[in-house]
T-cell receptor, first 115, second 115 residues
């Protein structure tokens, strides 16, 4: 299994509070991704990173920001959480480019509930 | 934009039955195609992949063939087991982005195998 951890694994918070989710990898992969999983929608890309301090928006980026100051860590921040951001959040990594593969490997997920 | 369509289910089968989960896609260029599996409470695991037309991906008794003429990547298994019960996601990696800008997922198919 790819070395990907996410923290926290579960979080309950209140509307309007800031929340930061962390993804940590030990594979030294260049690309990292944040997805959210919702019933009836599958997984949708929030943001991704193609290197330290290099990030870009995905399909559902509104209300989210990201940062990547080190290769191994990719942070997802909800500046002011809303109930519509209740979801399961997955981090993924890819070694695309160096290994000539676009396979993504996923972390265990974080279940976030916004009351 | 790119999209993936798959039956959502739940699909309920008896043990040892033949499985087909349909997946069709819309994309420009020549995407790579994937099947991921998600067991209860876990993240997504890569099941198999195919990177060009007529390629067949296979793993753990599952197979899928990249059919460009019908834009399909149907998942099949000859004899399912109770342990195959999970949610299966079809996904594509856009050719235009080189795969680095994330995967596009179908909504997932919930498979239930009864003993």
């Amino acid at each position: 299994d790819a070395g990907i951890t996410q923290s926290p694994r579960h979080k309950v918070t209140e509307t309007g509070t800031p929340v930061t989710l962390r993804c940590h990898q030990t594979e030294n992969h260049r690309y990292m991704y944040w997805y959210r999983q919702d019933p009836g929608h599958g997984l949708r890309l929030i943001h991704y990173s193609y290197g330290v301090k290099d990030t870009d928006k995905g399909e559902v980026s509104d209300g989210y920001s990201v940062s990547r100051s080190k290769t191994e860590d990719f942070l997802l921040t909800l500046e002011s959480a809303t109930s519509s951001q209740t979801s399961v959040y997955f981090c993924a990594i890819s070694d695309f480019g160096r290994a000539s593969t676009d396979t993504q490997y996923f972390g265990p997920g974080t279940r976030l509930t916004v009351l | 934009g790119d999209s993936v369509t798959q039956m959502e289910g739940p699909v309920t089968l008896s043990e040892e039955a033949f499985l087909t989960i349909n997946c069709t896609y819309t994309a420009t260029g020549y995407p790579s195609l994937f099947w991921y599996v998600q067991y209860p409470g876990e993240g997504l695991q890569l099941l198999l992949k195919a990177t060009k037309a007529d390629d067949k991906g296979s793993n753990k008794g599952f197979e899928a063939t990249y059919r460009k003429e019908t834009t399909s990547f149907h998942l099949e298994k000859g004899s399912v087991q109770v342990s195959d019960s999970a949610v299966y996601f079809c996904a594509l990696s856009a050719d235009s982005g080189g795969g680095a800008d994330g995967l596009t997922f179908g909504k997932g198919t919930h498979l239930i195998i009864q003993p």
